[in-house]
């Protein structure tokens, strides 16, 4: 292509290296904490990626981790790609069937994994699903006794590589990084990033209205890097030369607290679940954040008492955003739209609170189930279509799920534009369904398979988790469809008390709460007290778990005939 370099992730290191060469990345790792600089780490990833062309891997190979966030795995995450080669980040909580499936499925070569969880991975690599695997590097400069084989470690590896190594000539349509979503259902599905992808994804959450990071910036991503590349903060990061922050193996919150209060932390992100352990953690203990400007929370809803509290409490803003494995994954953010002075502080956490508007580049829109566009009103709902430059457009050797999750605009869409002006006239299904307001703001208010079907009306599990996590002595609460002989399926609330609390107190302060807000019919006909919501690898709730454990357990009482749909007046 004539006139410079194709749109790849080499640049930013490239920048960060000669402008920024003395800015600090640190990592908390089982040696203690562990601090260099851009000038050392970009030899460490020429090193790296001489290593593997040395070994024969260029175009095609998949090299995988199975790690947690740490300066070597970040090392991978231009080493392997600059060197022509695919990163496969491996999310190591998945049960030992799913690795293996994937392994295999994506024929990794290489696996570079934890000392903490070569254990882990032991199981699954015993299966001929590892036959492809021609190396296992443990992330440290020694091995532990392990059945892996052949087997390494990470400092021996790299020290025979060329820090001077050249980076290849690299297309902007090659694979740079490789992620499975984890899947509710049925197998994972391998979702690629071209560097293409993956540069479009950057400058987009570069921009003011994406998830910005400045030079002067301290980035600590608590969202594993095995979770779609950490939402891109590592590439991010590194473009803007900001300085790094890695929170190592299973931090807990004392240990993030320390982390933000030692090295300056201003902008953090990760799940909901961090970020309210972290609140716990504080009204407990002593703890500064005023050095932490902004979190990023996303991957489930953030309730809007924690937005409101880390506001309050610490003055630190809470950036709320959704995005997808498929989409690399940012997707919207709740920044505030210029034009909104009128709101009041309540006014403004309520735009905050959903999941914002589509980012620089991306276009969505909201179908029902006729596949008819519905208007941005705030309150007609269907289910989120999205396309753009870092929205993939199939999952990997996966025909039948890109045909069933993936829309291919006829000649003439919605909008009445043709087809070539959208040369990406795939949309993916995003299975989100939302509202989206007059300003543009999207609101999830449920999975397409979470919604509650009650007598033929609809209730969002979501929103009565968010009321019902308002409360003070929640700490977590999660809200399934339980099948039900007239109403097909009823609302019953699984909720985990903070700490030690009148159960049968708090169960009618729940209801009287949902009871002021919303239909008499979306009350939930039981509230269960578990001692913890099962989670799915990614840290979400797992609301699978929840039916299949308690489903034919709960006693769903006849709901009463003043609290049934019908006798709901409008
Ligand atoms: P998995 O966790 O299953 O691997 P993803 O991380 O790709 O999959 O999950 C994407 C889904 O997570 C979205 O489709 C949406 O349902 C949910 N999600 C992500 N961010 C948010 C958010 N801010 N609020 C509510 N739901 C979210």
């Known amino acids: 292509m004539p006139g410079g370099a194709d749109q790849t992730l080499i640049p930013f290191l490239w920048r960060a290296e000669r402008l920024y ?44 981790t199975f790690c947690w966030n740490h300066h070597r795995h970040f090392e991978t995450y ?14 190591p909580l998945l049960p030992d069937h799913h690795v293996e499936f994937i392994v295999e499925n994506a024929d990794d070569r290489v696996i570079f994994v ?46 025979g590589g060329d820090p001077g190594y050249e980076w290849p000539d690299i297309d902007e349509d090659q694979a740079a990084g490789m992620c499975y979503t984890s899947g509710t259902t049925g197998k994972p599905k391998g979702v690629e990033y071209t560097h293409q992808m993956l540069w479009a994804h950057t400058m987009t959450t570069l921009t003011p209205q994406g998830i910005p990071v400045a ?5 600590m991503p608590v969202v594993p890097m095995f979770h779609v590349n950490a939402w891109g903060l590592p590439f991010s990061t590194t473009a803007a030369g900001a300085k790094h922050v890695y929170p190592g193996p299973s931090p807990e919150p004392a240990d993030l607290v320390s982390l933000i209060e030692d090295e300056g932390v201003t902008v953090s992100a990760g799940v909901p679940t961090v970020w309210l352990g972290i609140q716990q953690y504080l009204q407990e203990a ?84 006729d596949g008819n566009e519905v208007p941005w009103n705030g309150e007609d709902f269907g289910e989120l279509l999205v396309r753009g430059p870092w929205v993939t457009r199939e999952y990997f050797e996966r025909p039948r799920a890109t045909e069933e999750e993936f829309e291919d605009v006829p000649a003439s869409d919605a909008s009445g534009e043709s087809e070539e002006q959208h040369s990406s006239g795939r949309w993916l299904r995003t299975g989100d369904v939302v509202t ?19 007598g033929g009306e609809w209730i969002s599990s979501v929103e009565l988790e968010n009321a019902i996590m308002a409360h003070d002595d929640v700490a977590e609460a999660a809200v399934v469809g339980v099948d039900h002989d007239t109403w097909g399926e009823r609302p019953v609330a699984f909720v985990v008390p903070a700490g030690d609390v009148d159960e049968d107190a708090l169960a009618g302060d729940i209801q009287a709460m949902i009871e002021a807000d919303y239909p008499k019919w979306w009350r939930p006909d039981a509230i269960r007290f578990i001692d913890e919501i ?27 005939e003043d609290a049934a749909p019908e006798a709901e007046e409008e």
């Open 21 to 64: 060469d003395d800015t600090e990345i640190v990592s908390r790792t089982h040696e203690g904490r562990v601090r260099y600089d851009y000038a050392d780490y970009a030899d460490r990833a020429r090193q790296l990626a001489d290593v593997l062309s040395a070994d024969g891997h260029g175009r095609g190979d998949r090299i995988a």
């Open 78 to 91: 231009f080493g392997v790609p600059g060197a022509g080669t695919q990163l496969h980040t491996i999310n």
């Open 114 to 159: 934890d000392p903490s969880l070569v254990e882990k991975l032991e199981g699954p690599a015993g299966s001929a699903a590892f036959d492809g695997v021609e190396q296992f590097v443990v992330m440290g400069d020694t091995v532990p006794d392990t059945s892996l084989s052949p087997v390494t470690d990470y400092e021996s590896y790299v020290a």
């Open 215 to 219: 030079d002067d910036d301290a980035v």
């Open 286 to 369: 002593e703890g500064d954040l005023s050095t932490l400007e902004r979190v990023i929370i996303g991957g489930s809803a953030a309730p809007e008492s924690l937005i409101r509290w880390y506001d309050q409490e610490h003055d630190v803003e809470v950036v709320h955003a959704w995005g997808m494995t498929e989409m690399s994954p940012i997707g919207t953010v709740a920044s505030l739209k210029s034009g909104m002075d009128h709101l009041d502080y309540d006014g403004e956490l309520d735009k905050r609170t959903k999941q914002g508007m589509p980012v620089p580049g991306l276009e969505m829109k909201v179908v029902d189930d």
């Open 436 to 454: 989206v307001d007059e300003e543009g703001y999207v609101d999830i208010v449920d999975r397409t398979d979470d919604v509650i079907k009650s």
């Open 534 to 560: 099962p989670k799915t690898a990614t840290g979400k709730f797992s609301k699978m778990t929840l039916r299949e454990e308690y489903g034919d357990r709960v006693h769903v009482q006849d709901v009463p």
